[in-house]
């Protein structure tokens, strides 16, 4: 692949087209706002996001998405997870049937509960070129060139590795791996237990704290893979395990800020009002929560963060109703023992 749209130029965007760029591929980044199309074509930086990186001269800002389209062999999408839908809708047009497209958001679709390479499906068709990528990828760091990982999840295997290829720098490891729907998952509730580990976080409480919140976390994330028929080994990997690491003990974290924000008695709308920023984990208790209802599986600190942003409930109600559950065997909801 030599030429690339990148469709969406926030931090993540920035980041990618950087890596991208850098390996010589022709990018044409796409950007909602003119004024950051013109700050990085002028100045080579982006004037609000990732400020710091030096955006290569291969990559070309525009606020046309027909031109960023125009000649394009692969798409990256790094929208925010609730407007996938919108975004891909207006790329439909002028994109070929044929045209492979990853998704780099972590999210499950409000309402249809869709996960974002099925919301993609769903409007573009030809799932066979669809993939997503998730692993422990904050954005501040790879585009720094600091060493990190990540996971390429697609349904059909020449995608996944054409796509694997694409983003792979010896500071950029890229794996594959066949469990899109596990892959997904990942992404969309490790984000929501992250909100949670921030909130111990703001209400003072220490490393047994989080290291619990992150264990449990990990279970009621693999109850629902299970349940969804993902693969168990996926929530050990990168998508899994070192996406939930990283996201609930990084200051990088927009999910972990967020829940140590209200920990320290703050509101959601509070939050989006000083930073402008998404964490999406605000977003994805409510489908998660949905989802995991949906299939029957319990999902208790998802339950507790979407009670604390959305329905008025203290922290130390929320804590009191997971200090206060029933004991229970480790592994149940995982298929490995009796429930």
Same mark, same amino acid.
């Given at each position: ?47 609000? @996001? ?8 291969? %990559? ?30 207006? +790329? ?88 899109? %729907? ?22 003072? @409480? ?7 919140? +992150? ?20 929530? +050990? ?103």
């Amino acid at each position: 692949m030599t030429r690339v749209a990148v469709i969406g130029a926030g931090s993540w965007g920035t980041s990618v087209s950087w890596l991208l760029g850098g390996k010589g591929v022709e990018v044409a980044l796409w950007c909602r706002e003119t004024e950051i199309a013109d700050g990085i074509n002028a100045t080579r930086h982006n004037p609000f @996001y990732m400020r710091d990186v030096v955006v290569p001269s291969s %990559v070309i800002a525009t606020p046309d998405i027909e031109f960023a389209l125009r000649g394009a062999e692969a798409v990256v999408m790094v929208t925010p997870s609730v407007g996938v839908r919108e975004t891909a809708a207006s +790329m439909g047009p002028y994109l070929d049937a044929g045209t492979p497209v990853i998704i780099l958001s972590k999210g499950v679709e409000n309402g249809s509960l869709l996960l974002m390479t099925e919301v993609l499906e769903d409007v573009l068709g030809n799932r066979s070129r669809i993939a997503g990528l998730s692993g422990p990828n904050h954005a501040e760091e790879v585009g720094r060139g600091v060493p990190s990982a990540t996971v390429v999840a697609a349904y059909d295997d020449a995608i996944g590795r054409s796509f694997q290829d694409l983003f792979m720098t010896r500071a950029f490891r890229v794996y594959t791996n066949p469990d899109v %729907v596990g892959v997904e998952l990942c992404g969309a509730s490790k984000n929501v237990i992250a909100v949670g580990a921030g909130m111990s976080d703001g209400v003072g @409480y220490g490393d047994n704290t989080k290291a619990t919140l +992150m264990t449990r976390g990990l279970a009621e994330m693999s109850r629902l893979g299970h349940a969804m028929g993902a693969n168990p080994l996926t929530y +050990m990997g990168l998508a899994g395990v070192g996406d939930l690491i990283a996201t609930c003990t990084s200051l990088n974290s927009r999910n972990r800020a967020l829940g140590e924000f209200v920990g320290r008695g703050g509101t959601l709308d509070g939050w989006r009002a000083q930073t402008n920023m998404v964490a999406e984990g605000a977003y994805a208790c409510i489908a998660v929560e949905e989802l995991g209802a949906r299939k029957g599986v319990e999902l208790p600190i998802t339950r507790q963060v979407r009670a604390v942003l959305y329905e008025g409930v203290p922290v130390s109600v929320g804590e009191d109703a997971l200090l206060g559950r029933a004991a229970r065997d480790e592994l149940h909801g995982l298929g490995l023992v009796d429930d």
